[in-house]
């Protein structure tokens, strides 16, 4: 028998070469992998670390604009990192929120005020801005949001209503807050967005005892009489969809980068142990039941990525619509893929699969994450049966 200790060493496949990425992408993923193989490989790993040596980098704002700091490339980039982050075993889950969601929001409606205000902080990583939507009533459902935002007399911002799962609230200097304003012509209510400093009076916040263990911890948020300046509205109060998802395209990009790297990191911890592990005369790995799940999941994987890439060209080629559809569905398809390699992987290595040595466990938990947040699977269905196949509601 040849007996399987530690976990160092352990090299997750590589995606598969393809023609849609360029040199320049190639050579990001080699040197943000050998980033992310350096602290997972320390004993000593922090987060932390690993956040502040990216931004200077310039790996955490390599989508943001040049002349405010950023790499001047796009959703697709980012994307590549936070996967290669995750296929080490070090994601940073605040690279969906603070450079792909508040970044891309701000750059492309943010006033020449707000950029220089805030760019350069998200871009260099020395700044974090979190990003609040979801709520205790509304669900998936934005158009239930009932945090409202009201004028005051000066010109002011006032912002009351509550949020819920806000991830990294205590380590993010603002918050990006998406609110209700009144339309002036119609009564109804539109959405719009706004940064509120986490030192606002009024601006409390709660952690969410979660199962899930991780650096970016839960939050709910209490909105209590906030009182805003005018420029604390991002972009038009009359364009606030358009601006809504400009940021939700990317953010369901983003979770399907994520959910890439954590089954390519389980699937590369499972082919290794298959490879070494012998019980009989050779290892297990030999044997169809163990190969060709794991080959399975691999090619899910792929799928998923590349579709993944689909999304994030489309995102950074300003077509939103049809982002739309191909985020939903890349976020859909490497959330299964995830959570069938995550499952596989745990499975091969057995009782092992379940220790803490080999970091596995943890990931059945974390796994889940990506088919529930920022949108269920069902909610995805719902999507791609009425836009994409034009098939009736049932709500």
Partial sequence: MTPVTGTSGTTPP??????????????LRTAVAALGRRHAE????????????????????????????????????????????GAQGCPLLLLIVSPAICGTVIARFGTGEQKRRWLPGL???????????TEPDAGSNSHRITTTAR??????????????FVSGVDLAED?????????????ALKPCLFVVPRDTPGFG????????????????????????????????????????????NPERVMTAAFALGMGRYAVGKAVRYAR??????????????????????????????????????????GDDEGAGEAANMAKYAAAEACVRAVDQAVHTLGGNGLTREYGLGRLVT??????????????ILNYVSHQSLGLPRSY
């Fill in 366 to 379: 974390a796994s889940r994450v990506a088919r529930i947040a920022p949108v269920s699977r069902e909610m």
């Fill in 151 to 164: 004028r005051a007399p000066g010109g002011d911002w006032v912002l009351s209503g509550r949020k819920v």
């Fill in 276 to 317: 070494e592990r012998q019980v009989w005369k050779a290892p297990i790995g030999a044997h169809q039941a163990i190969a060709h799940p794991l080959a399975q999941a691999h090619i899910e994987l792929e799928l998923a990525r590349l579709m993944t890439l689909k999304a994030a060209l489309l995102c950074d080629e």
């Fill in 205 to 248: 916040r709660t952690p969410i005892d979660m199962e899930l263990r991780a650096r970016e911890r839960q939050f709910e948020l209490v909105l209590d009489e906030v009182r805003l300046p005018a420029d604390a509205l991002v972009g038009d109060e009359d364009a606030g969809l358009l601006q809504l998802f400009a940021g939700l």
């Fill in 14 to 27: 590589a995606p598969s070469p393809t023609p849609f990425e360029t040199a320049e992408q190639r050579a």
């Fill in 42 to 85: 320390g004993h000593d790993a922090d987060p932390d670390v690993l956040w502040r040596e990216a931004g200077k980098a310039g790996y955490l704002g390599v989508n943001l604009p040049e002349e405010y700091g950023g790499g001047g490339a796009g959703i697709t980039e980012l994307a590549l990192v936070l996967e290669e982050l």
């Fill in 123 to 133: 871009a260099d990583g020395s700044r974090i801005m979190a990003f609040g939507i």
């Fill in 175 to 187: 918050t990006m807050i998406v609110g209700r304003t009144e339309d002036a012509r119609t009564g």
